[in-house]
């Protein structure tokens, strides 16, 4: 009895150190920054949530208003509203609105730079290739 007890306390501890190891990130994706001349081809807006557990990152998200189909989207690494280097696709869905999706294996450097607000989603159009829509992925805060 005294072992069975035991095989249940540990798998409650275990159960409660992966449930607290889960951590959920949001962006909210916007214009990237444009020059005037660039208005007729970047515009639109998206959300995407992004799951870490342990060191795998789920992503979901939906977008809009793109002026052309969405080709690509991608990961990059800087700091809060500077570009970067991308390091991972993210899948999306072809058209002017859509969805994105992904399920990454970060680097211990990579988590350390999510959970500095220093990674950000980027979806790139036909006619936006340098980019269109971009968003850093912000810790949730826990609700009250």
Same mark, same amino acid.
């Given at each position: 009895?005294?072992?069975?007890?035991?095989?249940?306390?540990?798998?409650?501890?275990?159960? #409660?150190?992966?449930?607290?190891?889960?951590?959920?990130?949001?962006?909210?994706?916007? +214009?990237?920054?444009?020059?005037? !001349?660039?208005?007729?081809? #970047?515009?639109?807006?998206?959300?995407?949530?992004?799951?870490?557990?342990?060191?795998?990152?789920?992503?979901?998200?939906?977008?809009?208003?793109?002026?052309? +189909?969405?080709?690509?989207? $991608?990961?990059?690494?800087?700091?809060?509203?500077? $570009?970067? !280097?991308?390091?991972?696709?993210?899948?999306?869905?072809?058209?002017?609105?859509?969805?994105?999706?992904?399920?990454?294996?970060?680097?211990?450097?990579?988590?350390?730079?999510?959970?500095?607000?220093?990674?950000?989603?980027?979806?790139?159009?036909?006619?936006? +290739? !340098?980019?269109?829509?971009?968003?850093?992925?912000?810790?949730?805060?826990?609700?009250?």
């Amino acid at each position: 009895m005294k072992i069975f007890l035991c095989a249940i306390g540990v798998a409650a501890m275990t159960t #409660v150190m992966a449930a607290q190891s889960t951590k959920t990130f949001v962006a909210r994706l916007s +214009p990237v920054p444009i020059m005037a !001349d660039q208005q007729a081809t #970047v515009s639109g807006s998206g959300t995407a949530t992004a799951t870490l557990t342990g060191r795998r990152l789920t992503i979901d998200g939906k977008f809009s208003g793109l002026r052309t +189909p969405a080709t690509v989207a $991608r990961l990059h690494l800087a700091p809060w509203a500077s $570009r970067g !280097d991308a390091f991972a696709d993210v899948k999306v869905s072809s058209g002017t609105s859509g969805t994105l999706t992904g399920a990454i294996d970060l680097t211990p450097q990579q988590v350390q730079a999510l959970e500095k607000k220093s990674v950000y989603i980027q979806l790139h159009s036909e006619r936006a +290739p !340098d980019g269109n829509l971009w968003g850093w992925l912000a810790l949730q805060e826990a609700k009250r």
